[in-house]
């Protein structure tokens, strides 16, 4: 029993930056992979950044540069650090966890509710 809440979502002007948290509670065996999507009205949803668990990390062409993806020690937090903000990048931001539950068991994904970015002046 697995749930994320993001945070750090809200109205920013253009050029700023905001952090967004992603806290996982419940226990995960073995996380594969997490990162975070967002989707835009209108628009499909984009994977933003991945990160591994070898430490590999992913990003989309628009952010490469001045987004980064992190986590903390313990693995139950995972951070979006989103600097040089664009109107463009306005959407609902969503937290994912590829992993698995326990042993013997097939990995799955988590999904958080969302939290929205605006970029705007």
């Known amino acids: 029993q697995v749930q994320l809440v993001e945070s750090g979502g809200g109205l920013v002007q253009p050029g700023g930056f905001l952090r967004l948290s992603c806290a996982a509670s419940?226990?995960?065996?073995?996380?594969?992979?997490m990162g975070w999507y967002r989707q835009a009205p209108g628009n499909q949803r984009e994977l933003v950044a991945a990160?591994?668990?070898?430490?590999?990390?992913n990003y989309a062409d628009s952010v490469k540069g001045r987004f980064t993806i992190s986590r903390d020690n313990a693995e139950n937090t995972v951070y979006l650090q989103m600097n040089s903000l664009k109107p463009e990048d306005t959407a609902v931001y969503y937290c994912y966890i590829w992993g698995r539950p326990a042993p013997f068991r097939n990995s799955r994904d988590y999904w958080g509710p969302g939290t929205q970015v605006t970029v705007s002046s």
């Open positions: 419940g226990t995960i065996f073995r996380i594969n992979s």
């Open positions: 990160l591994s668990s070898d430490g590999t990390t």
